[in-house]
């Protein structure tokens, strides 16, 4: 868990980062529509390569200083510098010579596209028009950071910085940074300085994290926490039939999967890679598993995302393809192939989902697998540094659009943590963020994930649901595809 938003990579760490910090725009509390955040309006150029944004007059940072555009500059600078070795940094990379910066091609700043042209007005140009550029802005990759404070407390491309500790945070988000204790909680509180301080009706936000789905249930029953995350999958019904008012099961824009190392032997090999995909019976994990609260999933991006539908051949359940090309591959029967592990954050659920297509594949394709579990911070770390065989992922869409799943697997990408490199795939993904039309992309996308899914780095295995439990004190809490919540709308009411 960290709180510096140039530095996580996970959604935990988001729903903490949003209380903490705004970007230029802020959410709809509804639909996620971007709405005026630390700029109170914005304008385009005809071409749409050129976004004028005109900062609030009363944004301030949690300390007093006054908001301006330059520190919106610097914050982006530090996110693209490559020493830092920012994960998210290919956020930015629609921005002009952003890339090229990036990867440290270009030494001159002063190309990027961003310029600060007085305290109240930042232009951003864009190196293509970027349909879902304001809801991009809603990630925090785009938010800004207090430069002053991180080169006090550290070196700026320093990812250990103590500038994210209580009493050394500055942010200019709705809430404060009051306290963090490791692994038992984080709490925030309603900040005296920000601009829209009098719509927040919130005085504090604890953040518990429990790893514990059991635990977190009884926490909640309890009273102890007014939202979970999650629910026990075999408390679903129960809560259906006797509390159906507490629990909610929502449309989410996000994808469970297996990512497969592609550099390491036998998985270097499409035929296994296909093989492994092939024996997963994904409509009995959705139905025996998740009480038929999610949907199974035969590609990487969810149907109707930002308009568009994969429209290739799904996976499908095959079992008798699947031991003819590890047969073809080599291992007829399972026979000489090795002992792989599958490697999953510290999770009940992911456990037991780990279990299960364990007992797929030896049922199957007549292989043993081993399961390995770590706490989140080092899952993180070994996946990022493709220390595994096969490795439980999931993917949450950063913005509504089929981009946000599709880029993930260019070449060397900050979250491509499966060694699959493809130009012809890199220069689909490439031609579809320059294309003429929005048919011309979506075509592009097409032949993009055709190619993903013929390649198999990653075994997509359901489309996710956000299924959690909430008080019925919670108020102005609704569905979104994201499941972003803007705190500064949330209160508590008593119960009707």
Not at 37 to 62: I, N
Not at 274 to 288: F, Q
Not at 327 to 346: D, I, R, T
Request: zero cysteines; hydrophobic letters at 35%.
């Amino acid at each position: 868990m960290g709180l510096d938003p140039q530095i996580v990579t996970g959604v935990p760490e988001h729903h903490i980062i949003s209380a903490l910090i705004e970007g230029l725009v802020t959410e709809n509390k509804k639909n996620l529509n971007p709405e005026p955040g630390t700029a109170e309006r914005w304008e385009t150029s005809e071409d749409g390569l050129v976004w004028k944004f005109h900062l609030r007059e009363d944004a301030k940072w949690s300390n007093g200083d006054r908001v301006t555009a330059t520190d919106f500059v610097q914050s982006y600078q530090r996110m693209l510098t490559p020493s830092l070795g920012s994960q998210y940094a290919y956020m930015l990379h629609v921005v002009k010579n952003a890339e090229a910066y990036n990867s440290g091609k270009l030494k001159d700043f002063s190309q990027v596209g961003f310029k600060a042209i007085n305290d109240k007005q930042l232009n951003i140009t864009l190196k293509a028009p970027t349909p879902y550029f304001l809801s991009l802005l809603n990630h925090y990759s785009w938010f800004p950071v207090h430069i002053p404070s991180i080169k006090k407390h550290g070196g700026i491309d320093k990812p250990d910085n103590r500038w994210t500790l209580p009493g050394n945070f500055v942010g200019n988000g709705p809430f404060i940074l009051d306290k963090w204790e490791i692994n038992k909680v984080i709490v925030v509180k309603k900040s005296p300085t920000y601009w829209d301080r009098k719509t927040v009706k919130l005085e504090e936000i604890h953040f518990h994290p429990i790893s514990d789905v059991e635990v977190e249930e009884r926490a909640f029953r309890s009273g102890q926490i007014h939202v979970s995350n999650t629910i026990p999958l075999n408390k679903i019904e129960v809560y259906r039939k006797k509390d159906a008012e507490k629990l909610r099961i929502d449309t989410y824009l996000g994808t469970y999967f297996y990512r497969l190392n592609t550099k390491r032997k036998p998985l270097d090999d499409k035929r296994v890679r296909m093989a492994l995909a092939l024996a997963v019976d994904r409509e009995s994990i959705v139905r025996n598993i998740h009480y038929r609260t999610v949907k199974e999933a035969g590609n990487i991006t969810p149907p109707g995302t930002g308009g568009y539908t994969y429209q290739g051949l799904p996976l499908k359940y095959d079992p008798d393809k699947a031991r003819q090309l590890l047969s073809e591959a080599g291992f007829p029967g399972g026979q000489g192939f090795p002992k792989l592990s599958v490697l999953y954050n510290s999770s009940e659920q992911h456990r037991r989902m780990a279990e299960v297509i364990q007992q797929m594949w030896k049922k199957n394709l007549g292989i043993e697998i081993e399961l390995a579990n770590e706490e989140w911070k080092v899952y993180l770390k070994t996946s990022q540094e493709m220390d595994y065989d096969i490795s439980r992922a999931g993917w949450i869409g950063d913005y509504p659009d089929a981009n946000t799943f599709l880029d993930m697997w260019l070449t060397d990408g900050g979250n491509n943590y499966t060694g699959f490199s493809s130009v012809e795939y890199d220069k689909l993904i490439s031609d579809a963020a320059n294309a003429p039309s929005v048919e011309a992309r979506l075509t592009l996308f097409q032949k993009a994930e055709e190619l993903l899914m013929n390649e198999m780095p990653i075994l997509p295995i359901y489309f996710y649901t956000a299924r959690y439990l909430i008080d019925p004190q919670v108020r102005e809490w609704h569905p979104t595809i994201l499941n972003h919540h803007p705190y500064k709308h949330v209160y508590l009411a008593p119960a009707k």
